[in-house]
T-cell receptor
Framework: QKEVEQDPGPLSVPEGAIVSLNCTYSNSAFQYFMWYRQYSRKGPELLMYTYSSGNKEDGRFTAQVDKSSKYISLCIRDSQPSDSATYLCAMSAYNFGNEKLTFGTGTRLTIIP | DTAVSQTPKYLVTQMGNDKSIKCEQNLGHDTMYWYKQDSKKFLKIMFSYNNKELIINETVPNRFSPKSPDKAHLNLHINSLELGDSAVYFC??????????FGPGTRLTVT
């Protein structure tokens, strides 16, 4: 069993829909939780990060962490075609920067105009 | 200006060959990484260097050898390439307390 589980999709939704992506994990040492967005044939880029449990909102994006359930989610409101990408959750235990990140397998999302 | 760059972008080679991938970052970061992304998009760390010193070495065949000539460069040399080495290899860099910035990737195909 992988340390981080993520439904690979693919997921297709119409423009304007609310999208919810999620990951579960098994390592209780994880404290830093990230969502990366990866466009086709590009490198991953950080979308949002959260430390420990709680919510964080940035524009149309909301990240939630529930450490008691070992569950994290990313909500995208008013989805746009430009949101079409693969979304990767990532986690680390001790540091936001200089530490290995453990990734989920990524969810491929397509927003249909 | 590209923050993290990799060369080459594409690499097609035959089994048994030796090849190198180069990475450079102009962000002034102390730590650099190599990740491998397989065909199912699973991204897994291979190595990490901090100020030219190896700090993370995951379970990777010893045919893979990273080298960091200075803290702005991290190269990956692969000996005796196998079909299973086909993947996209990403370089990344970071400082303590900062996010990891990824390069554009090198798509390696072994035939």
């Amino acid at each position: 069993q992988k340390e981080v589980e993520q439904d690979p999709g693919p997921l297709s939704v119409p423009e304007g829909a609310i999208v919810s992506l999620n990951c579960t994990y098994s390592n209780s040492a994880f404290q830093y939780f990230m969502w990366y967005r990866q466009y086709s044939r590009k490198g991953p880029e950080l979308l949002m990060y959260t430390y420990s449990s709680g919510n964080k909102e940035d524009g149309r994006f909301t990240a939630q962490v529930d450490k008691s359930s070992k569950y994290i989610s990313l909500c995208i409101r008013d989805s746009q075609p430009s949101d079409s990408a693969t979304y990767l959750c990532a986690m680390s235990a001790y540091n936001f920067g200089n530490e290995k990140l453990t990734f989920g397998t990524g969810t491929r999302l397509t927003i249909i105009p | 200006d590209t923050a993290v760059s990799q060369t080459p972008k594409y690499l097609v080679t035959q089994m048994g060959n030796d090849k190198s991938i180069k990475c450079e970052q102009n962000l002034g970061h102390d730590t650099m990484y190599w990740y491998k992304q397989d065909s199912k998009k699973f991204l897994k760390i291979m190595f990490s260097y901090n100020n030219k010193e190896l700090i993370i070495n995951e379970t990777v065949p010893n045919r893979f050898s990273p080298k960091s000539p200075d803290k702005a460069h991290l190269n990956l040399h692969i000996n005796s390439l196998e079909l299973g080495d086909s993947a996209v290899y990403f370089c990344a860099s970071s400082n303590e307390g900062s996010q990891q910035y990824f390069g554009p990737g090198t798509r390696l195909t072994v035939t």
